[in-house]
């Protein structure tokens, strides 16, 4: 029977933490966040390899610490699969004597059903006896999977699992991890700093910062309304801007330089005054201006091609638009670049859609 | 051929290497894994036998094991007999002076055991005792081959602090080494000559062994 895991961990030193998570049978939250954010601290405190200042961490009716009454389960008593980043398989053992040794209980047989078993989910099958040392890093991944799974654990940690292997392999492990979990009823957590791969495999994204739990959403609603100004900067947007509340609480409006612009449903609370906004790159359209036909409520601004750089498939604008005293970044497919001729210097006409204008709260 | 002198010295480096590995491979370990103020001198104080002098090394043993220093008296007191010119004297000096070779092939052999295969072993649900036997002793083996047969043959070879501490008492502290020494002084090249040449082949084929081992060893490493 899975349990749902419910962690509050608390900590000054050696890294700080301040977080409350919890994650659903079968969910699988990515802790997102700089390198020495305290994303790799949270599973080590999972796994019982650190112990916080202050804390509880519950998976159904287990208390697996609780620093209130001085409890704190070995990583033996806990039944945490983990991914190490750089797997630490045994490496004296073969594939398969990697999971028995990780299996409690059950006849040596048994064991051995269940290590071919394993092994087969994760495309192994037919490397049983092989040694680490003679396994790709893609293999010796998946024998890390497979023995993270072999304890039949309550809890599945994955520890940056795709970091040590090259792109193609990492998507294609991507993809089998992502079929995989269809078949595991348990909480997974999985640690990252690569915002594609948290947004590719998570149900819930958690932004860290200094081990402090910043946001915690689906990754729809991250990316397209971030919490504050520093979560949007952790997840790589820089479309964020200072505009005025005005018109009435029915009909916002939004006084962004010279320009007003009309947003949507979500700024009728929002309180008259100075205030934050973001507008995620999906929500601004970009158009030649022969092109364009603009109604009052389409939000159109005019800007000039500050910098366009091609990055492979994609290219990178920085647009200036002189109304707002403003520069939008974005990124647009390279072939409609091509197609719509835009380079450094041309003009061109941006409108921001209603539902993307977004309010930040401060800080 | 001394047979005798062979007897004792085989029973003399059976004793050591029976002693030593355990301490070997508890200081070795613990050396590698611990970081604190003041193990560099510990290190250098088991690394001295190495560059001391046997003979100053026997000196001061010597010195110890006689009744009036605190060690000997005690001896003397619990048992009744005296350190010096005895089997457990040479057995305990023997000890003394073989401390680097049981110590430093285990410790760099769990050097190389990266520290969070253990934790891994723990995830893994394996308690601290099993993590040692299953996980870090079948890869610090190759160390642990290494300590026992350095050990073994350098007791087996050993000369000058055998000869300070024990003398050449037959059949007592007469070692093979000590024997080959006694057959020169008496011009019985013969015999020797034999003693010397088995005390090279069990001096070569354990080394052979101790270099053969350190290959297969590099072969397990962790990728």
Request: with cysteine; proline share 6%; hydrophobic share 45%.
């Amino acid at each position: 029977m899975s349990a749902e895991l419910d962690l509050l961990l608390e900590a000054r030193r050696p890294i700080p933490l301040d977080i409350r998570l919890r994650v659903a049978p079968g969910e699988l939250v990515a802790l997102v966040g700089p390198s020495g954010s305290g994303k790799s601290t949270i599973l080590r405190c999972i796994a019982g390899l650190h112990r916080p200042d202050k804390g509880s961490i519950r998976i159904g009716q287990e208390q697996w610490l609780d620093t209130g009454t001085n409890r704190m389960c070995p990583p033996q008593q806990r039944r945490v699969g983990i991914v190490f980043q750089d797997y630490l398989l045994f490496p004296h053992l073969t594939a398969r004597q990697n999971l028995t040794l990780a299996m409690t209980g059950g006849t040596a047989a048994e064991q051995r059903q269940r290590s071919d078993q394993l092994l087969e989910q994760v495309h192994l099958t037919g490397l049983a006896e092989r040694y680490p040392a003679q396994l790709s890093g893609g293999q010796q991944q998946r024998v890390a999977v497979a023995r993270a799974l072999a304890r039949d654990p309550s809890v599945l940690l994955l520890d940056e699992p795709f970091s040590a292997v090259d792109r193609s392999t990492r998507t294609r492990l991507q993809r089998e991890l992502a079929l995989l979990r269809r078949s595991i009823d348990i909480p997974m957590v999985l640690v990252t700093h690569d915002l594609e791969e948290a947004r590719a495999m998570a149900d819930r994204i958690c932004v860290i910062q200094a081990g402090c739990g910043l946001q915690d959403a689906d990754p729809e609603t991250l990316f397209r309304r971030p919490r504050t100004a520093r979560v949007a900067r952790l997840l790589g947007s820089y479309n964020i801007f200072r505009g005025e509340r005005g018109g009435s609480a029915n009909t916002p409006e939004l006084q962004w330089g010279s320009v007003r612009l009309r947003p949507g449903k979500e700024w009728r609370d929002q309180p008259a005054g100075s205030v934050e906004w973001f507008i995620p790159e999906s929500d601004i359209v970009l158009q030649r201006p022969e092109a364009t036909k603009t109604g009052p409520d389409d939000n159109g601004i005019q800007g000039c091609i500050q910098e366009c750089v091609s990055l492979g498939n994609r290219t990178s604008l920085r647009v200036v638009c002189p109304d707002a005293n403003a520069t939008l970044s974005l990124d647009v497919p390279h072939h409609r670049a091509r197609r719509q001729r835009l380079t450094t210097g041309e003009i061109v006409w941006l409108r921001l859609l209603q539902d993307g204008i977004h309010p930040l709260q401060p800080e | 051929m001394d047979w005798t002198a062979l007897r004792l010295s085989l029973e003399l480096a059976a004793w050591t290497t029976a002693i030593l590995l355990p301490i070997g491979i508890i200081l070795g370990r613990w050396l590698a894994h611990r970081r604190f103020r003041g193990r560099g001198f510990i290190e250098a104080l088991i690394a001295l036998p190495l560059v001391l002098p046997p003979t100053v090394l026997g000196f001061y043993l010597l010195s110890a094991f006689s009744g009036e220093a605190p060690l000997g008296a005690l001896w003397q007191q619990l048992t009744g007999g005296s350190l010096n010119f005895s089997f457990t004297g040479i057995l305990l000096a023997s000890i003394i002076f073989n401390l680097p070779f049981a110590v430093q092939p285990v410790q760099r052999a769990f050097e190389t055991v990266p520290a969070g295969l253990r934790e891994a072993a723990w995830c893994c649900g394996l308690s601290d005792w099993r993590t040692f036997l299953r996980v870090e002793l079948p890869l610090v083996w190759p160390g642990v081959i290494s300590a026992f047969v350095l050990t073994f043959v350098h007791t087996i070879g050993e000369f000058g602090v055998v000869l300070m501490v024990g003398g050449a008492i037959d059949g007592e502290t007469r070692t093979i080494a000590i024997a080959i020494y006694d057959r020169v002084q008496a011009f019985d090249d013969e015999a020797a000559g034999a003693m010397s040449l088995l005390l090279l082949t069990v001096s070569f084929v354990a080394i052979g062994l101790v270099y053969g081992l350190a290959g297969r060893g590099s072969a397990l490493r962790v990728r």
